[in-house]
């Protein structure tokens, strides 16, 4: 299960991405504008920073931005730097499997499938997939 913050993670770097212009944006527009608590998102901003997704700087003006262009973030690698390993069961967290069961357990594969299934489909998504998605969805809204 995705924890509050890696969402509050991705929601964040998609906001910079929607509203990137080469300047820095202030982490309480984004929190103001994703209705998310600025201390929240305070704890989450040195992983974003030290993992190199943000770019940072202080004073007036300070603020976040993205480091690279939103095409080339994975929701993937957003959510390895918040949450760490989302293997689905605790004998897949490592490289090696140091299971006991490893060599008998028929369960093991289907485990495994699932872990890959997860990474290849969050892999393949971007920060620039869901902006034109949203996008995609606004210009299709019926409602008005």
């Avoid at 527009?29 to 974003?48: G, H, M, T």
């Avoid at 069961?89 to 090696?96: P, R």
């Avoid at 594969?109 to 995609?136: C, F």
Wanted: proline share 3%; charged share 25%.
């Amino acid at each position: 299960m995705i924890s509050t913050r890696g969402r509050y993670a991705l929601r964040m770097m998609v906001d910079l991405a929607q509203h990137q212009d080469n300047s820095f944006i202030a982490l309480k527009d984004i929190a103001d504008r994703q209705n998310i608590s600025k201390k929240y998102l305070e704890q989450i901003v040195p992983l974003l920073n030290h993992s190199g997704l943000l770019q940072t700087t202080r004073g007036f003006q300070g603020g976040y931005r993205l480091n690279k262009a939103p095409r080339e973030y994975t929701v993937a690698e957003i959510l390895h730097v918040t949450e760490g390993n989302m293997a689905p069961v605790a004998c897949l967290e490592s490289e090696t499997n140091t299971c006991p069961r490893r060599d008998e357990c028929v369960t093991l594969p289907v485990w495994a499938g699932l872990r890959k299934v997860i990474n290849d489909y969050l892999s393949s998504i971007t920060l620039q997939d869901i902006i034109d998605s949203a996008r995609s969805q606004a210009g299709n809204d019926d409602s008005v």
